[in-house]
């Protein structure tokens, strides 16, 4: 009888990823071994290519961001960004120090033994798609977010609290204010926000795993800190993987989920959406327009809603239709008139988004393009007040020709 052999596939999940290991029969050559290698790792990186299926996990060295001990010959090891001290996670710098890891460098993203880092504060003569923190140093409180991991409590002189926040127990200042706003966590903006009890707080714990686990490009699943689109949890969009992190041009730019209609906050059922689901805080509509809306709810959402009210006119307006009370947000740009897709181009200084996550970045305009939130505003912060994209006094109606800002939209509102 012809003695059959064998190669054995075992699929092997780890934390670093997933991998499969062989293992071979003692009779079979190591030509067959190899070959049978060869072949499976060629199906497997054509699955990996289908459009939508991609993956960035932090790549390089493991300590090139972790230290067992925090102590090589005598010195610290978590000294990034110029911290000391020990990390959650045994990481070498808290998000400040990976993130803002030489203020006064040229460089936007830096690679540290292979591992790229995108820096919200530096000293580059272009920003990436965020903004850049440095802008809301000092006098400038005004140009961003004034998260304390930079600036400390109270650094805002005018405001205590998000502008337009939710009018639902007592969701505006005295949950989220300018003495706790950070970058992550229970009054952040990245990785699990307000998720069980005890909560995970802010900082580097509030993202565990979602750096081993990144998916980028294609994040139109958003049921996880790790494939939400900039691990903001439950937002859906498209990562832009030419040039990453940045908006370049029309043909290099990441691209924004929106819907066509803004929800109603409140916690009363029915029509009403609240923003608290799995993991933790989170948009109702998965719109990036809708995760600005859960600290600046009245800035965004229907009037109606038990958590927008209805005596104070705080909202956009009761419909979808104009007049509006507030700039709409998560609204179709109408495709007629001087909104026609026809009339407009994709301008990455007024980036618009889609009603769906595309496979690809979209070079022009479309007839189900959408105004979002970062239509206009930085979400870091800009070198301009209110966090603006474009200077507003050069806005000016029947002032000449001007395809930038405003009139990116009202293509005919400039002469």
């Known amino acids: 009888m012809k003695k059959l052999h064998y190669i054995t596939v075992f699929y092997c999940p780890s934390l670093e ?3 499969y290991r062989i293992v071979a029969s003692p009779r079979i050559s ?10 499976l790792g060629l199906v497997l990186s054509l699955i990996l290519s289908i459009s ?13 961001c972790h230290t067992m001990h925090n102590s090589q010959g005598g010195s610290e090891m978590a000294t990034y960004g110029g911290t000391s001290g020990e990390n959650p996670c045994l990481t070498r710098g808290d998000c400040v120090g990976c993130h803002a890891y030489n203020r006064t460098g040229s460089l936007k993203v830096v690679d540290i033994g292979g591992s790229k880092i995108p820096q919200v504060w530096h000293n ?14 000092g006098a400038g409180y005004g140009k961003g977010h004034n998260v304390i991991d930079f600036f400390g409590a109270n650094s805002d002189s005018v405001l205590d609290g998000p502008p337009g926040p939710v009018k639902q127990f007592e969701h505006g ?4 204010n300018d003495s706790n706003l950070t970058c992550a966590g229970d009054n952040g903006c990245h990785g699990h926000r307000f998720y069980g009890k005890p909560t995970l707080g802010s900082g580097i714990p509030a993202l565990k795993g979602a750096h081993h686990g990144n998916v980028d490009g294609k994040c139109d699943t958003a049921d996880s800190v790790a494939n939400s689109y900039r691990f903001l949890l439950g937002v859906r969009g498209l990562e832009n993987t030419t040039d990453k992190w940045q908006n370049i041009n029309a043909s290099s730019h990441n691209e924004y989920y929106g819907t066509t209609t803004p929800p109603a906050l409140g916690c009363g ?16 509509n998965d719109s990036i327009s809708g995760f600005c809306g859960t600290c600046h709810g009245n800035f965004h959402g229907l009037t109606g809603g038990s958590g927008e009210g209805t005596s104070d006119g705080i909202g956009i307006g009761g419909s979808t239709s104009s007049p509006f009370k507030r700039h709409p947000t998560d609204l179709l740009i109408k495709n007629n008139g001087e909104y026609a897709f026809g009339n407009r181009t994709y301008n990455p200084q007024a980036p618009v988004g889609r009603t769906s996550v595309p496979d690809s970045v979209i070079p022009g305009a479309t007839a189900n393009d959408v105004v979002t939130c970062l239509s206009c505003h930085a979400a870091h912060a800009s070198n301009l007040p209110d966090m603006l994209k474009w200077d507003y006094d050069d806005m000016v109606a029947g002032g000449g020709s001007n395809t930038t800002g405003c009139f990116t939209c009202h293509t005919e509102k400039d002469t």
């Open 17 to 19: 990823g997933e991998r």
């Open 30 to 39: 190591i030509q067959r071994v190899v070959a049978f290698s060869a072949i």
């Open 52 to 64: 939508g299926i991609s993956s960035a996990k932090v790549t390089g060295q493991c300590s090139n």
């Open 124 to 137: 580059a003569g272009t920003d990436l798609a965020a903004g850049n923190f440095k802008y809301a140093d």
């Open 173 to 176: 200042e005295l949950i989220v």
């Open 269 to 284: 059922g029915g029509e009403e959406k609240h923003c608290h689901g799995a993991g933790g805080v989170r948009p109702p």
